[in-house]
């Protein structure tokens, strides 16, 4: 079964650094999405991507933050200046339409700001 | 805005017992209804979904129904196993503001035990 797949599992890196995630979303896929996990949280919305834009960020998501689609296969999300406050796990997923169909979910990188 | 109540964990159960797990949410428009479960170690998997009202969502012997009056989606298995040992997240997707962005519970840890 094909499967999100998400480098590098765990990432640790100083405060103030810049951090790039990657994933590999399904193929054939159209939508992506990342989520983060802070440690004994829920799960929560950062952003979601379609057709080469964001069409949907939540609060969290600050000008902190970006996402890009560099090439057919990889779907980026970067952190310019890590705080503290951003260790958590970060989850991306994809779906290949938009309504009623569910996301596919990523084993997630650990991110961990020191 | 969208929101999802899970019972708190951790669960504990024997082997064989029957399982449930309360969610109940609050939505804007008509939402699809998931069950993810998380594995130790491992990413989010989608365990079963609903997309309208009194549709039972079913896989691996889990089942919930969609129930509006209610709102409710409570996940349920007749007898677990020692492999079932997992966090399960109830969540929703509400396309009425044109997203579809997955709005997750906090999360519920069952343990089950021989």
């Known amino acids: 079964e094909p499967e999100v797949t998400q480098t590098p599992s765990h990432q640790v890196t100083q405060m103030g650094q810049e951090v790039i995630l990657r994933c590999v979303p399904i193929s054939n896929h159209l939508y992506f999405y990342w989520y983060r996990q802070i440690l004994g949280q829920k799960v929560e919305f950062l952003v979601s991507f379609y057709n080469n834009e964001i069409s949907e960020k939540s609060e969290i998501f600050d000008d902190q933050f970006s996402v890009e689609r560099p090439d057919g296969s990889n779907f980026t999300l970067k952190i310019r200046s890590t705080k503290l406050e951003d260790s958590a796990m970060y989850f991306c997923?994809?779906?290949?339409?938009?309504?009623?169909?569910?996301?596919?979910f990523g084993d997630g990188t650990r991110l961990s700001i020191l | 805005g969208d929101s999802v109540t899970q019972m708190e964990g951790p669960v504990t159960l024997s082997e064989e017992a029957f399982l449930t797990i309360n969610c109940t949410y609050t939505?804007?428009?008509?939402?699809?209804l998931f069950w993810y479960v998380q594995y130790p170690g491992e990413g989010l998997q989608l365990l079963l979904k609903?997309?309208?009202?009194?549709d039972k969502g079913s896989n691996k012997g889990f089942e919930a129904t969609y129930r509006k009056e209610t709102t409710s989606f409570h996940l349920e298995k007749g007898s677990v196993q020692v492999s079932d040992s997992a966090v399960y997240f109830c969540a929703l997707s509400d396309r009425t503001g044109g997203g579809n962005k997955l709005t997750f519970g906090t999360g519920t840890q069952l343990k089950v035990e021989l």
């Open positions: 997923a994809s779906s290949d339409t938009h309504s009623n169909q569910p996301q596919h």
């Open positions: 609903a997309t309208k009202a009194d």
């Open positions: 939505a804007t428009g008509y939402p699809s």
